[in-house]
């Protein structure tokens, strides 16, 4: 999908699936390709990336018609216009817990190039001209906005957050939610899942997409979709191939009768 395709996809409420990338090898993108993704998610917030390098894992994935999706370090509007600037289909805006994060966040994606107090005047509501209106309006739709709701306070402000113009989807990053909870990594604790059911909920009501990262067994995944969320970052490629090779290699040496099988090719995933 292209970020206009995905966009749509996202607030008509039909399900779409990407993986965290985090090699820049060139040789990636084709491996990712047949792989039946419908975008992919590039972490900068806590993955060593720098801007040549996204720059081109953006071009190439945008190009093969996967849609990046770039979380940025912080929800910096600066930040967000550097990454688009670069080939992002989009961004991803970590732990916001306001209205007005997103606020400035949307006139960093949907309202570019304004700047300044032009740009301050229309978040405030001034109306733009004419021509100039139309030629933001046709180019925000190439880009999408998506912000992480990872804590008590950004759910409390849900229906404010929800309420800004041009926000595509909400993304839980269970991690850090599960910790503001005070019940940490327990993904299948009541409190965590009341909390991602609201999410999804609330979002979907809006016509807002809402989705999830997550890297835990194919069920917890499904579980997500059927509490309402429409959007899936599955695992990553680092944590699908720490997971699959151990095993294979666990195979074979079981197939070729060695079996001094190390402990650790056996060990749990463990983020």
Request: charged share 20%; hydrophobic share 45%; aromatic share 6%.
């Amino acid at each position: 999908m292209n970020a206009r395709e995905l966009s749509t996809a996202l607030h008509e409420g039909q399900h779409v699936f990407g993986t965290l990338i985090v090699s820049p090898s060139p040789r990636w993108p084709e491996a990712v390709r047949s792989c039946g993704l419908d975008f992919v998610f590039i972490d900068t917030e806590h993955i060593a990336l720098d801007r040549e390098q996204l720059s081109w894992m953006c071009q190439i994935y945008a190009g093969m018609g996967l849609a990046p999706l770039v979380r940025i370090p912080s929800p910096s509007p600066y930040e967000a216009t550097m990454v688009l600037d670069g080939g992002a289909a989009g961004i991803i805006a970590p732990y916001i817990e306001t209205a007005a994060q997103v606020q400035a966040l949307r006139g960093a994606v949907k309202l570019r190039p304004i700047k300044g107090g032009k740009l301050q005047s229309m978040l405030e509501g001034a109306a733009a001209e004419p021509v100039l209106h139309d030629y933001i309006t046709s180019a925000a739709s190439d880009r999408i906005l998506i912000v992480n709701i990872e804590s008590q306070p950004a759910i409390d402000a849900l229906d404010e957050i929800l309420a800004v113009p041009g926000l595509d989807a909400v993304l839980i990053g269970p991690h850090d939610l599960s910790c503001n909870l005070g019940v940490p990594e327990q993904y299948d604790h009541p409190d965590f899942l009341a909390a991602c059911e609201t999410i999804f909920r609330k979002a979907r009501a809006a016509g807002i997409g809402a989705g999830i990262h997550f890297w835990g067994s194919i069920e917890q995944q499904a579980r997500f979709l059927k509490l309402g969320a429409n959007l899936l970052i599955h695992s990553a490629d680092i944590l699908l191939f720490k997971k699959h090779l151990p095993l294979e290699l666990a195979a074979v040496k079981e197939a070729a009768g060695i079996r001094n099988v190390s402990k650790s090719a056996t060990a749990e995933i463990n983020i």
